[in-house]
């Protein structure tokens, strides 16, 4: 199984930055997408921003020229560069990668992991 390691979260000041990594490990043979969602309280989980292997990005409206996601194909690692933070941009932070994998076979399946969740906290 592939596993996700987040980190970066915390408390922070409105207009402040934060920074979150998420690194992929496991049996790994390619990777489709990596993202970000975020979940704030009583709401439903939402996308906040993914990038494809290839590096084109997709952004949640509310987060445009705030946000910025990259990855290191080579560290199979994604960030999110958040500047100017809101009070709305409160809740956990959770990474999900899609890809393929192998198995102890030698075969290939897909994979989607989820993150165990980092908070972000933006104070007013």
């Known amino acids: 199984q592939v596993q996700l390691v987040e980190s970066g979260g915390g408390l922070v000041q409105a207009g402040g930055t934060l920074r979150l990594s998420c690194a992929a490990s496991?049996?790994?043979?390619?990777?489709?997408?990596m993202g970000w969602y975020r979940q704030a309280p009583g709401k439903q989980r939402e996308l906040v921003a993914d990038?494809?292997?290839?590096?084109?990005?997709n952004y949640a409206d509310s987060v445009k020229g705030r946000f910025t996601i990259s990855r290191d194909n080579a560290k199979n690692t994604v960030y999110l560069q958040m500047n100017s933070l809101k009070p709305e941009d409160t809740g956990v932070y959770y990474c999900?990668?899609?890809?393929?994998?192998?198995?102890?076979?030698?075969?290939?399946?897909?994979?989607?992991?989820w993150g165990q969740g980092t908070q972000v906290t933006v104070s007013s």
């Open positions: 999900n990668v899609r890809g393929k994998e192998t198995t102890g076979w030698g075969s290939l399946r897909e994979f989607r992991s």
């Open positions: 496991g049996r790994i043979f390619s990777i489709i997408a």
């Open positions: 990038i494809t292997s290839g590096g084109s990005t």
